[in-house]
């Protein structure tokens, strides 16, 4: 009955960008679960931003991963053994095992997933906390109104991609950023957004402004950086700018953009800008609405996703250091085990 | 019938700290009021920190003074010439006359002041801009709670020292900061704040550690600059940060503080910080809440006020530096006329 198993350990806390040495692959054998508890099997592993985040060990709002710790990550496993009444071999749940392949739980903080509403996956992607993130952020603090102009950058992965999807139902205009053609012209033609412009244009700062005429009304920041230069001198008066990420600075934050400084400030007073950071967690209370809306949007086809999938636990870490550079074109997700096994 | 006036005028735009030779006296005869019009006879003019960006012509939320134009202001004035069924000779109003001992208005944005509620200098004082800007910016934005910690430099000002006292009613624990122990020693025993620290210690970071063991909830921002620096840091997870002017920033915008930059970003992402800038104006619609609760509190001695009076009109450019520097202790307002003419 025992199971060989495989996990990642954050073997070292990186110095700017994550290399390979950072991270380590262990084999084990899965334990088996004891009394209320159940024994997972990963199906798909979510790879996000905020986990560069978990890596350090400065100040955030959670607590980083401890060295030789297995990573941290949303998952799509199946109980594989049960001796928890709430669960049932067979039952599909949101997780956060990690990166791993097996995972013991007492059951506390597992979801199940009901396949038949939707693709398991997206109960970490569009469905889950990166399109709620997307939701609460644009809804909550950035509150576009019709014919208001609204821009975010990522605008092909998992976030940005339901952001601008999300204004536009809302009857703003919605301009993405995105890293490349292929990725720009995805979010134009497939997603639907009114422009999207090329972060390594040298000339992003005029395309932007040429794109966003009457100037930008809501900027959903979850880059930084280069892009936030680009945007922020096109705000306008009593602008909104919900924070949720900043992940061209994750590997040096704070260093790559000394021309904010006091001329942040300066707008902030003169534009009455509101600037507001959160996690998805801060809006819990709006789980409800978000299923209810994006899950009802998604079947209708107003809210459409890509994924970007990589296979087997091992290629995690290569995966992960591609997402904080943009490799990936969609939710990046890694596809631990067959949906059966 | 024809009267002598005076009038101070921008003569050129200051780099950095204005000087006298940005100013110029001019002496003429007060026009006469046509059809529908009043002259005014000013009483109290107001000094804020505002009209330093005035005096500027950088992007902001309204227009610069032209160079030959009377610097604007507020003022308590009498109307003693009336052609306007509105308002009668001896009318006290609230007016935005400017650095001028009369002004000839059609009526539009006067507001009569009733004498017998209070001084009439505090209409352009606690019970006008200042106050309202404290109320709203406090309430509105700041939110505090009873037991939270709200923070306001420039303690004794006009606004600083309404925002304390605010937050003191509503339950919250209040610290000032302020320039020099006279100051300092007077928000604490006549305003009642919790605590009050002097922005000269060199130990200024770790007292204002000390005075807010359980952080910070609310930084009213009104000063900037290397207070800002102290107090960003004991910044609590989702503080908020109402910025209404950077006083110690408007002689040389954006660039006396170079160590925000991207750590500023960095916090308002891990601490879910809000930070939204206002002008009082944005508030239009609490004005009947504001004079309704402050004028309450007020009558019952639990709003207390100082006013720093300088004497005659030809003073104002002096006080105007002055107060850009700290030199005034309570509500700076020059004594342009007497009560009664």
Sequence with gaps: MSQSAKRIVLASRPVGEPKPSDFRLEEYTAP??????VLLRTIWLSLDPYMRGRMSDGPSYAAPVPIDGVMEGGTVSEVIASNNSGFAKGDIVLSRAGWQTHAISDGKGLAKIDPKLAPISTAVGVLGMPGMTAYTGLLDIGKPQAGETVVVAAASGAVG????????IKGARAIGIAGGKDKCDYVKKELGFDDCLDHRDPDLAAKLKDACPKGIDVYFENVGGAVFDAVFPQLNAFARMPV???????????????????????????KRLTIRGFIVSDFASRHGDFLRDMSGWFREGKIKHKEFVTEGLDSAPAAFMGLLKGANFGKQLVRVGPDKA
Excluded: D, H
Excluded at 32 to 37: A, C, H, L, V, W
Excluded at 161 to 168: F, T
Excluded at 244 to 270: D, H, Q
């Design 32 to 37: 088996t679960p004891g009394e209320g508890q």
């Design 161 to 168: 991609s339901a952001v601008g999807q999300i204004a536009r």
């Design 244 to 270: 949720c990420g900043l992940i061209a600075e994750y590997n040096n934050f704070g260093e790559t953009s000394p021309k904010w400084g006091g001329k942040l400030m300066r707008a902030v007073l003169t």
